[in-house]
């Protein structure tokens, strides 16, 4: 189990592959997890590296280091730490989030940024999500995570059509801290990039599923409002989870998005 030791506690991450770097990131209640098919695919062209914030998945959950800002802070130590000076930045729901941040404020770290179903302002959260950045909701629902596993059992047809997110989803809440549960989401509601977003020259590809009930799919105009040159992908038959959705088309356009990369590297060179 690849881990690295920080002043907030163990960060642990899974890697697969050769060649040049390539960082992912995952959402809110996820873990690395939810990469894994798309590390299989990816790790035939890229060293992949799939990491857990902290407070999610295996890494440490004593610190209090749960906001966006600090999951900013822990992507770039961890670049620094095994001796990563440039890599494309791919980040789901939260995750994506936090790249777009990261290439907000460390620019040079970052070579291009593929967001999935990403919100750039908090307020695209769907309200249940918003509900559950309150620690007295959260608490509750914490502690009587059976009743909300019971609920996304008998909703999860109308988030996603993989019949084995359910059990993914239980499985990476039982390993979420009760801190990093509702003061992650509550960061994520208070975010708003929009001012920022222009400061990004990086490449840019943002992918939405336009069936997304946990943040408005609508997300991809914003966007694309402020960062002029990022590269759309509307899925019209994809929800929140296109990596489990539709994961030949996904995992498609990501390599074509980063093949892209290589052949300008190639021209220049």
């Known amino acids: 189990m690849p881990s690295i030791v920080t002043q907030q506690g163990i960060l642990h991450y899974e890697v697969a592959g050769r060649g040049k770097p390539l960082i992912l990131l995952h ?16 790790s035939q062209y890229y060293r992949t590296y799939a990491l857990d914030f902290w407070g999610f998945g295996e890494s440490d959950t004593t610190t209090r280091a749960y906001r966006v800002d600090d999951f900013v802070e822990m992507v770039q130590y961890f670049m620094e730490r095994l001796g990563i000076d440039r890599a494309p930045i791919i980040g789901h729901s939260m995750g994506g989030t936090v790249a777009l ?10 070579e291009r940024v593929a967001v999935i179903g990403s919100p750039i302002q908090g307020s695209s959260l769907a309200w249940f999500l918003k509900l559950a950045s309150h620690p007295w909701i959260a608490r509750i629902v914490y502690r009587w995570s059976f009743v909300l596993t019971a609920l996304i059992r008998f ?7 993989d019949p084995l ?3 993914r989803l239980q499985r990476d809440l039982s390993q979420t801290d009760l801190v990093a549960f509702f003061q992650s989401i509550g960061s994520l509601r208070e975010v708003d990039l929009r001012p920022d977003l222009p400061k990004i020259e990086a490449p840019v590809l943002g992918i939405y599923g336009m069936r997304d009930p946990i943040v408005n799919p609508n997300q991809w105009l914003v966007l694309k409002q402020g960062v002029v040159h990022a ?7 994809a929800g929140h989870f296109p990596m489990l959705e539709v994961p030949w088309s996904f995992n498609i356009l990501l390599y074509r998005f980063l093949a892209t990369e290589d052949e300008d590297m190639r021209l220049l060179g």
């Open 231 to 237: 590269e759309i992908e509307r899925l019209a038959t």
């Open 27 to 42: 959402g809110w209640l996820e873990s690395w997890r939810i990469w894994h098919n798309t590390m299989t695919y990816l």
């Open 155 to 161: 909703l999860f047809p109308l988030i996603t059509p």
């Open 165 to 167: 997110w359910p059990d």
């Open 101 to 110: 941040a990261l290439a907000i404020r460390y620019p040079e770290l970052v």
